[in-house]
Protein backbone atom coordinates (compact mmCIF):
# COMPACT_ATOMS: atom_id res chain seq x y z
CA UNK A 1 0.00 0.00 0.00
CA UNK A 2 2.69 2.61 1.01
CA UNK A 3 4.63 1.44 -2.13
CA UNK A 4 1.49 2.36 -4.96
CA UNK A 5 0.78 5.35 -2.60
CA UNK A 6 4.58 6.13 -3.56
CA UNK A 7 4.09 6.01 -6.50
CA UNK A 8 1.18 7.85 -7.43
CA UNK A 9 3.08 10.59 -4.77
CA UNK A 10 5.77 11.02 -7.10
CA UNK A 11 3.75 10.76 -10.21
CA UNK A 12 1.58 13.61 -9.16
CA UNK A 13 4.61 15.38 -8.29
CA UNK A 14 6.41 14.98 -11.78
CA UNK A 15 3.16 15.93 -13.20
CA UNK A 16 3.28 19.16 -11.70
CA UNK A 17 6.75 19.69 -11.86
CA UNK A 18 6.35 19.27 -15.86
CA UNK A 19 3.46 21.88 -15.85
CA UNK A 20 5.38 24.62 -14.01
CA UNK A 21 8.49 23.50 -15.76
CA UNK A 22 6.99 24.02 -19.35
CA UNK A 23 6.13 26.95 -19.71
CA UNK A 24 8.53 28.59 -18.39
CA UNK A 25 11.59 27.06 -19.58
CA UNK A 26 10.92 24.61 -22.71
CA UNK A 27 7.96 26.33 -24.77
CA UNK A 28 9.44 29.21 -26.34
CA UNK A 29 12.03 26.32 -27.70
CA UNK A 30 9.32 24.36 -28.55
CA UNK A 31 6.95 26.52 -30.35
CA UNK A 32 10.48 28.12 -32.07
CA UNK A 33 13.23 25.47 -32.92
CA UNK A 34 15.59 26.25 -35.39
CA UNK A 35 14.11 29.89 -35.95
CA UNK A 36 16.52 33.13 -35.62
CA UNK A 37 14.82 35.84 -33.09
CA UNK A 38 14.43 37.92 -36.54
CA UNK A 39 12.31 35.19 -38.29
CA UNK A 40 10.36 34.60 -35.67
CA UNK A 41 9.09 38.78 -35.57
CA UNK A 42 8.90 38.52 -38.85
CA UNK A 43 5.78 39.09 -40.99
CA UNK A 44 5.43 36.25 -43.43
CA UNK A 45 2.58 35.99 -46.06
CA UNK A 46 -0.59 34.28 -44.55
CA UNK A 47 -0.15 35.82 -40.84
CA UNK A 48 -2.94 38.46 -41.98
CA UNK A 49 -5.30 35.63 -42.73
CA UNK A 50 -5.53 35.17 -38.79
CA UNK A 51 -4.44 38.21 -37.22
CA UNK A 52 -4.93 37.16 -33.66
CA UNK A 53 -3.77 33.50 -33.05
CA UNK A 54 -3.58 31.80 -30.00
CA UNK A 55 -1.14 30.10 -30.73
CA UNK A 56 1.95 30.65 -32.93
CA UNK A 57 5.18 28.25 -34.13
CA UNK A 58 7.54 29.19 -36.28
CA UNK A 59 10.03 26.24 -36.71
CA UNK A 60 13.17 26.64 -39.47
CA UNK A 61 15.91 24.86 -41.54
CA UNK A 62 18.54 25.78 -43.25
CA UNK A 63 19.27 23.72 -46.45
CA UNK A 64 21.70 23.35 -48.45
CA UNK A 65 20.15 23.60 -51.50
CA UNK A 66 18.19 26.28 -53.72
CA UNK A 67 14.65 26.83 -53.02
CA UNK A 68 13.81 25.24 -57.18
CA UNK A 69 14.91 21.66 -54.91
CA UNK A 70 12.66 22.31 -51.83
CA UNK A 71 9.54 23.85 -53.98
CA UNK A 72 8.47 20.50 -55.69
CA UNK A 73 8.37 18.55 -52.22
CA UNK A 74 6.23 21.48 -50.74
CA UNK A 75 3.54 21.63 -53.57
CA UNK A 76 3.34 17.41 -53.58
CA UNK A 77 2.50 17.16 -49.49
CA UNK A 78 -0.51 15.69 -48.68
CA UNK A 79 -2.38 12.62 -47.59
CA UNK A 80 -3.06 10.84 -50.73
CA UNK A 81 0.06 12.62 -52.58
CA UNK A 82 3.38 12.46 -51.26
CA UNK A 83 3.29 12.69 -47.67
CA UNK A 84 4.36 14.76 -45.11
CA UNK A 85 8.18 13.76 -44.85
CA UNK A 86 7.45 12.75 -40.85
CA UNK A 87 7.07 9.80 -38.83
CA UNK A 88 4.51 7.81 -41.17
CA UNK A 89 3.35 5.47 -39.03
CA UNK A 90 2.18 7.99 -36.36
CA UNK A 91 0.22 9.98 -38.58
CA UNK A 92 -1.64 6.95 -39.83
CA UNK A 93 -2.57 6.35 -35.94
CA UNK A 94 -4.65 9.00 -36.85
CA UNK A 95 -6.29 7.90 -40.11
CA UNK A 96 -4.81 10.46 -42.26
CA UNK A 97 -3.10 7.84 -44.65
CA UNK A 98 0.04 9.64 -44.99
CA UNK A 99 2.81 7.91 -47.15
CA UNK A 100 6.04 9.65 -47.68
CA UNK A 101 7.13 9.90 -50.75
CA UNK A 102 10.41 9.74 -51.68
CA UNK A 103 10.74 11.01 -55.24
CA UNK A 104 9.23 14.01 -56.96
CA UNK A 105 5.68 13.21 -58.27
CA UNK A 106 4.93 15.03 -61.52
CA UNK A 107 0.86 14.19 -61.12
CA UNK A 108 1.24 16.56 -58.01
CA UNK A 109 3.08 19.35 -59.51
CA UNK A 110 0.35 21.85 -60.59
CA UNK A 111 -1.09 23.12 -57.09
CA UNK A 112 -3.07 26.35 -57.85
CA UNK A 113 -4.58 28.39 -55.19
CA UNK A 114 -8.08 27.55 -53.90
CA UNK A 115 -7.16 23.48 -54.17
CA UNK A 116 -8.12 21.67 -51.17
CA UNK A 117 -7.47 18.39 -49.44
CA UNK A 118 -8.46 16.74 -45.80
CA UNK A 119 -6.55 15.42 -43.22
CA UNK A 120 -8.05 12.02 -42.45
CA UNK A 121 -11.94 11.74 -42.55
CA UNK A 122 -12.89 14.23 -39.95
CA UNK A 123 -10.36 16.36 -40.42
CA UNK A 124 -9.89 20.05 -40.94
CA UNK A 125 -10.07 20.81 -45.00
CA UNK A 126 -6.85 22.77 -45.55
CA UNK A 127 -7.23 25.24 -49.01
CA UNK A 128 -4.47 27.12 -50.72
CA UNK A 129 -4.70 30.12 -49.99
CA UNK A 130 -1.20 31.82 -50.81
CA UNK A 131 0.69 30.49 -53.83
CA UNK A 132 4.23 31.78 -55.07
CA UNK A 133 6.13 29.50 -56.52
CA UNK A 134 9.82 28.92 -55.05
CA UNK A 135 8.90 31.32 -52.25
CA UNK A 136 5.59 30.69 -49.88
CA UNK A 137 2.61 28.41 -49.78
CA UNK A 138 -0.03 29.31 -47.34
CA UNK A 139 -2.60 26.48 -46.34
CA UNK A 140 -5.60 27.60 -44.66
CA UNK A 141 -8.48 25.83 -42.63
CA UNK A 142 -11.87 25.96 -43.99
CA UNK A 143 -13.26 27.16 -40.27
CA UNK A 144 -10.14 30.21 -40.71
CA UNK A 145 -9.07 28.76 -36.85
CA UNK A 146 -5.73 27.41 -38.44
CA UNK A 147 -3.03 28.96 -40.98
CA UNK A 148 0.27 26.89 -42.00
CA UNK A 149 2.67 28.56 -44.19
CA UNK A 150 5.77 27.73 -45.97
CA UNK A 151 8.36 30.82 -46.84
CA UNK A 152 11.39 29.83 -48.72
CA UNK A 153 14.21 32.56 -47.60
CA UNK A 154 17.48 32.82 -49.61
CA UNK A 155 20.69 32.89 -47.75
CA UNK A 156 24.05 32.35 -48.77
CA UNK A 157 24.83 29.56 -51.17
CA UNK A 158 21.19 27.93 -49.31
CA UNK A 159 17.88 28.40 -48.52
CA UNK A 160 15.84 28.94 -44.95
CA UNK A 161 13.08 26.71 -45.09
CA UNK A 162 10.26 28.65 -42.70
CA UNK A 163 7.32 26.55 -41.50
CA UNK A 164 4.70 28.93 -39.72
CA UNK A 165 1.15 27.26 -37.39
CA UNK A 166 -0.44 30.04 -36.70
CA UNK A 167 -3.92 28.64 -34.40
CA UNK A 168 -6.70 30.41 -32.75
CA UNK A 169 -7.68 28.76 -29.08
CA UNK A 170 -10.26 31.88 -28.56
CA UNK A 171 -13.26 29.07 -27.95
CA UNK A 172 -12.02 26.58 -26.15
CA UNK A 173 -12.25 25.29 -23.03
CA UNK A 174 -9.39 25.19 -20.30
CA UNK A 175 -9.23 21.44 -20.77
CA UNK A 176 -8.69 21.92 -24.21
CA UNK A 177 -6.01 25.03 -23.76
CA UNK A 178 -4.29 22.29 -21.33
CA UNK A 179 -4.18 19.36 -24.39
CA UNK A 180 -2.72 22.21 -26.90
CA UNK A 181 -0.25 23.76 -24.28
CA UNK A 182 1.38 20.26 -22.86
CA UNK A 183 0.55 17.54 -25.21
CA UNK A 184 -0.15 19.07 -28.77
CA UNK A 185 2.77 21.60 -28.56
CA UNK A 186 5.30 19.37 -27.93
CA UNK A 187 4.39 16.48 -30.53
CA UNK A 188 3.85 19.34 -33.08
CA UNK A 189 7.45 19.82 -32.40
CA UNK A 190 8.62 16.45 -32.87
CA UNK A 191 6.58 15.82 -35.58
CA UNK A 192 7.41 18.92 -37.88
CA UNK A 193 11.12 18.63 -36.99
CA UNK A 194 10.90 15.23 -38.82
CA UNK A 195 9.32 17.07 -41.29
CA UNK A 196 11.61 19.81 -42.49
CA UNK A 197 14.39 17.44 -41.86
CA UNK A 198 13.09 15.29 -44.66
CA UNK A 199 12.18 17.98 -46.68
CA UNK A 200 15.93 19.14 -46.15
CA UNK A 201 17.17 15.52 -47.02
CA UNK A 202 15.15 15.59 -50.04
CA UNK A 203 16.36 18.53 -51.72
CA UNK A 204 20.06 18.58 -50.87
CA UNK A 205 20.31 15.38 -52.61
CA UNK A 206 17.87 16.48 -55.35
CA UNK A 207 20.32 19.22 -56.08
CA UNK A 208 23.58 17.02 -56.43
CA UNK A 209 24.69 14.17 -58.16
CA UNK A 210 23.16 11.20 -57.97
CA UNK A 211 25.23 8.82 -55.41
CA UNK A 212 25.67 12.04 -53.46
CA UNK A 213 23.35 12.33 -50.51
CA UNK A 214 22.93 15.55 -48.07
CA UNK A 215 24.57 14.81 -44.81
CA UNK A 216 25.91 11.39 -45.82
CA UNK A 217 22.47 9.67 -45.24
CA UNK A 218 20.15 9.15 -47.69
CA UNK A 219 16.57 10.36 -46.93
CA UNK A 220 14.03 7.36 -46.75
CA UNK A 221 10.18 7.26 -47.96
CA UNK A 222 8.23 6.95 -44.44
CA UNK A 223 10.90 6.60 -42.13
CA UNK A 224 9.86 5.27 -39.09
CA UNK A 225 12.94 5.89 -36.94
CA UNK A 226 12.58 5.99 -32.96
CA UNK A 227 12.84 9.76 -31.77
CA UNK A 228 16.01 10.59 -29.34
CA UNK A 229 17.20 13.84 -29.75
CA UNK A 230 17.65 14.84 -26.23
CA UNK A 231 16.32 18.38 -26.05
CA UNK A 232 13.18 16.44 -27.47
CA UNK A 233 12.77 14.20 -25.20
CA UNK A 234 13.29 16.74 -21.90
CA UNK A 235 10.43 18.76 -23.75
CA UNK A 236 8.18 16.01 -23.74
CA UNK A 237 9.29 14.89 -20.15
CA UNK A 238 8.06 17.04 -17.84
CA UNK A 239 -2.08 16.02 -61.52
CA UNK A 240 0.57 16.95 -63.44
CA UNK A 241 1.08 20.30 -65.09
CA UNK A 242 1.95 20.48 -69.00
CA UNK A 243 4.56 23.08 -68.80
CA UNK A 244 6.57 21.91 -65.77
CA UNK A 245 6.06 18.07 -66.35
CA UNK A 246 9.45 18.09 -68.66
CA UNK A 247 11.47 19.23 -65.89
CA UNK A 248 10.87 15.99 -64.34
CA UNK A 249 13.66 13.15 -65.08
CA UNK A 250 14.82 9.76 -64.08
CA UNK A 251 18.67 9.22 -63.58
CA UNK A 252 20.01 6.15 -65.07
CA UNK A 253 20.25 5.05 -60.80
CA UNK A 254 17.00 5.19 -60.93
CA UNK A 255 16.59 8.73 -58.74
CA UNK A 256 14.35 11.37 -59.56
CA UNK A 257 15.54 14.78 -60.20
CA UNK A 258 15.00 18.45 -61.72
CA UNK A 259 16.44 19.10 -64.95
CA UNK A 260 18.86 21.94 -64.72
CA UNK A 261 18.57 22.36 -60.38
CA UNK A 262 21.98 20.52 -60.16
CA UNK A 263 24.27 23.46 -60.09
CA UNK A 264 25.69 25.40 -57.36
CA UNK A 265 25.77 29.27 -57.36
CA UNK A 266 29.32 28.86 -57.72
CA UNK A 267 29.25 26.48 -60.60
CA UNK A 268 30.76 23.74 -58.22
CA UNK A 269 27.57 20.91 -57.30
CA UNK A 270 30.38 19.21 -55.00
CA UNK A 271 31.18 21.46 -52.68
CA UNK A 272 29.98 21.80 -49.52
CA UNK A 273 28.67 25.23 -48.02
CA UNK A 274 28.12 25.41 -44.37
CA UNK A 275 25.55 27.16 -42.85
CA UNK A 276 23.15 26.83 -39.84
CA UNK A 277 20.91 23.62 -40.27
CA UNK A 278 19.18 23.62 -37.12
CA UNK A 279 18.61 25.07 -33.85
CA UNK A 280 22.04 25.88 -32.57
CA UNK A 281 21.59 24.86 -29.09
CA UNK A 282 19.58 22.21 -27.02
CA UNK A 283 16.97 22.37 -25.49
CA UNK A 284 17.51 24.52 -21.97
CA UNK A 285 18.57 22.32 -18.58
CA UNK A 286 16.68 23.17 -15.46
Same mark, same amino acid.
Given at each position: ?162 ? *?????? =? !??? #? $? ?6 ? +??? %? @? ?19 ? *?????? =? !??? #? $? ?6 ? +??? %? @? ?30 ? $? ?10 ? @? ?11
Amino acid at each position: MRKSTSIAAGTVLAAAGGAIAYPLFFRRWCLTWGARPDEVSMKLPGDELLAEPGIVATRVVWVDAPASSIWPWLVQMGPGRGGAYTYDWIENLFGLGMHSADEILPQYQDLQVGDAQRLGKRGPLLRVAVLEAERSLVLRSDDGNWVWAFSLVPEAAGTRLIS *RNRIAV =A !DAS #P $AARALNTY +VME %P @GSLIMERKMLRGIRHRAERLA *RPPGSH =A !DGV #P $ARAGDGGA +VTD %P @GLLRCLGLGASPNRSHLIQRDARGHSRVQGLG $ARRDGNPHEHVA @GPRDDPGQAPSL
